[in-house]
């Protein structure tokens, strides 16, 4: 069963003096192939604090879609993971999900026998 897994940035908000990003809305969608109406998605918003003189610091004008989920994979780590590895967590929990609508729904059917 093949399965497409898609990284988004839904919308950003940004302080227009400086041009910091401060919050961020960001969605994880997984979907089957080939039952369209099996999906799980994971989502959230990301609040930042950007600081203008921060030797990282990355203007609203300079950001790519890239640079923006980089932070968002940063957030999600939990202990001692990678940022790699949290992205991942996130991709296969909801693989597994979908998974499982598709295993039910192709295990189920409706009718009756007569």
């Given at each position: 069963m093949a399965q497409t897994t898609t990284w988004s940035i839904l919308d950003m908000q940004r302080d227009t003096?400086?041009?910091g990003v401060t919050t961020v809305y960001w969605e994880c969608r997984v979907q089957d192939d080939t039952e369209t109406d099996?999906?799980?998605v994971e989502g959230g918003k990301l609040r930042l604090t950007?600081?203008?003189n921060a030797p990282d610091f990355v203007a609203y004008s300079a950001l790519t879609e890239a640079t923006v989920l980089g932070w968002v994979y940063d957030s999600l780590i939990e202990g001692?993971?990678?940022a790699t590895e949290a992205k991942t967590r996130i991709?296969?929990?909801r693989q597994g999900k979908v998974t499982a609508q598709v295993a039910k729904k192709t295990?189920?059917?409706s009718?009756?026998?007569w």
């Amino acid at each position: 069963m093949a399965q497409t897994t898609t990284w988004s940035i839904l919308d950003m908000q940004r302080d227009t003096a400086t041009g910091g990003v401060t919050t961020v809305y960001w969605e994880c969608r997984v979907q089957d192939d080939t039952e369209t109406d099996c999906v799980a998605v994971e989502g959230g918003k990301l609040r930042l604090t950007p600081d203008a003189n921060a030797p990282d610091f990355v203007a609203y004008s300079a950001l790519t879609e890239a640079t923006v989920l980089g932070w968002v994979y940063d957030s999600l780590i939990e202990g001692d993971e990678t940022a790699t590895e949290a992205k991942t967590r996130i991709e296969t929990d909801r693989q597994g999900k979908v998974t499982a609508q598709v295993a039910k729904k192709t295990g189920e059917s409706s009718g009756m026998p007569w």
